[in-house]
């Protein structure tokens, strides 16, 4: 099948839509990389693997479903993301410069590596599902979230808080 390959460093800015009708993006095989949805106007955002992704530029940024970040997700300045009722992974940082609106969704922190949630954010379902009860999620800024799950590892408030609405699992 086809496929279109990132290189280590490289960045593949999308103005308008992202349309896979065949094959594959390969984010995975030359890292860091980066897809940015950069588009002026409203953007769907695909529900598949990206290496970093960013979303920039103003507009709202909709997942047409679950989102994966083998590294982090960055919301721009002025730039919202709007989960819908999937289930977006980021295994590295969520970082939130602009605006997130939860929706139905869930945001899980997987993975062996320490993570940051960057921003005041509000989160429907926040999950932390780490390798390690070891393995942090640190909070730079305040957060809140309806339903916080922890299955394995460990937040880190520092100064900061995190305030539950609805239940703690």
Partial sequence: GTSLQLSAGSVLGIANALTITAGILNVTTSIPNTVNFNGTGNQNVNGISYNNLVMSNGANKTATAGVTTNSSLTIGTGTTFISGTYTHSVYLDFINNGSFTAGAGTIQLPGNQNSNITGATTFNNLTVN????????????????????????????????????????
Avoid: E, F, Q, Y
């Fill in 130 to 169: 780490k390798n390690s009860a070891t393995t942090s999620v640190i909070l730079p800024s305040d957060i809140t979230a309806a339903t916080v799950n922890m299955t394995l590892g460990t937040i880190l408030t520092g100064s900061n808080t995190i305030n539950i609405t609805n239940t703690r699992n």
